[in-house]
């Protein structure tokens, strides 16, 4: 589903990714692990054009989609996008976050989308939240709301940025029960993440990334128990 062949980015002088070819199944689940600062994010945000490459191509079903960028707004439906921080919209009550896009951006009517809306809030187990505003909730909820909310485009593929980096441990546990329920949705999933567990239970794929280059693609059984470079033996020393 995703071919990503010599991928390059670079701010400036700082090169970030340097040549990463990978490709993503349809349905997988990959999880994107490494240490801080080994672009592991800028990844991410190329997949969906938050970041333009500076060279090499990333086709989405065959299409390239670093060649057209007209077709940004649709490349951005069909890959939604949770970020560490929420991004939720305060002055907005949650059911006014589910429904701003696919009424703005699909042109669903506002009776479709609100059913839609109720739908994905009672999926993530916050149907009784949808009328308060994101600063009555926890960062749990907040996030499981985010989720819902990238759900309600209908994506064919979801791009989660260290989900659960910024929640109360206490927390945690409920976002990645969410996001494990998807998983066996079968949706396509590429998940950063630091949360080790998830990455051996859930993903079909581990991506380690370090200093910007796509040190290891491999099985998370291959990963955990026989990581094939020093960098990921040392890194997952300090994880586990
Ligand atoms: P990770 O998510 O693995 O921590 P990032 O992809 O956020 O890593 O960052 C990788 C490197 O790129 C870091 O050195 C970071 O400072 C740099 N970087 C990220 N975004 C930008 C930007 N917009 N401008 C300049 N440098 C950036
Ligand atoms: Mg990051």
Known sequence: MINIENLHKSFGKLEVL???????????????????????????????LLE??????????????????????????????????????????????????????KKLSKEEAVNKA??????????????????????????RVAIARALAMEPEMLLFDEPTSALDPEMVKEVLEVMKDLALS?????????????????????CFLDGGRLVEDASPEEFFTAPKSERARQFLEKML
């Open 18 to 48: 340097k040549d990463i070819s990978t490709t993503i199944e349809k349905g997988q689940v990959v999880a994107v692990i490494g240490p801080s600062g080994s672009g592991k994010s800028t990844f991410l945000r190329c997949m969906n």
């Open 52 to 105: 333009t490459p500076t060279q090499g191509r990333i086709l989405i079903n065959g299409r390239d989609i670093t060649a057209d960028r007209k077709e940004i707004n649709e490349i951005r439906q069909n890959v939604g996008m949770v970020f560490q921080h929420f991004h939720l919209f305060p002055h907005m009550t949650v059911l006014q976050n589910m429904i701003f896009a696919p009424m703005k951006i």
């Open 118 to 143: 109720m739908e994905l809030l009672k999926r993530v187990g916050l149907a009784d939240k949808a009328d308060v505003y994101p600063n009555r909730l926890s960062g749990g909820q907040k996030q």
């Open 186 to 206: 079968g949706i396509t999933m590429v998940v950063v993440t630091h949360e080790m567990g998830f990455a051996r239970e859930v993903a079909d794929r581990i």
